[in-house]
């Protein structure tokens, strides 16, 4: 890169200097937020974890993806299974197979 061109962003970053800390200090508060709201404790040893989902967010996910599999991918595979069980099998070995005769 030229250097007026190099010269002429670094003034454009000092000048938004304040904005660049003032959005990097959002985003360590929220991050920090997020981190302490989901620290569960564990029942049994009473340790204490992060857990990126609720309880309630896990439930809605899985039920979310079952939906998904159930009606959308499971219609699918058995119609991928059932076109290759029901395809008749063309080079049968009439030493092997004698219903092939």
Request: net charge positive.
């Amino acid at each position: 890169m030229p250097e007026e061109h190099r010269a002429y962003w670094r003034s454009r970053l000092l000048k938004r200097r304040q904005f660049f800390y003032l959005a990097g200090f959002g985003v360590l508060t929220f991050g920090i937020v997020h981190y302490v709201t989901h620290i569960n404790e564990t029942p049994v040893t009473h340790r204490r974890r992060y857990l990126a989902f609720t309880k309630e967010q896990f439930m809605k996910l899985s039920e979310y993806l079952y939906t998904v599999v159930m009606w959308c991918l499971c219609p699918l595979f058995c119609m991928f299974v059932l076109s290759h069980l029901c395809s008749p099998v063309v080079n049968m070995d009439p030493d092997l197979f004698p219903a092939a005769k």
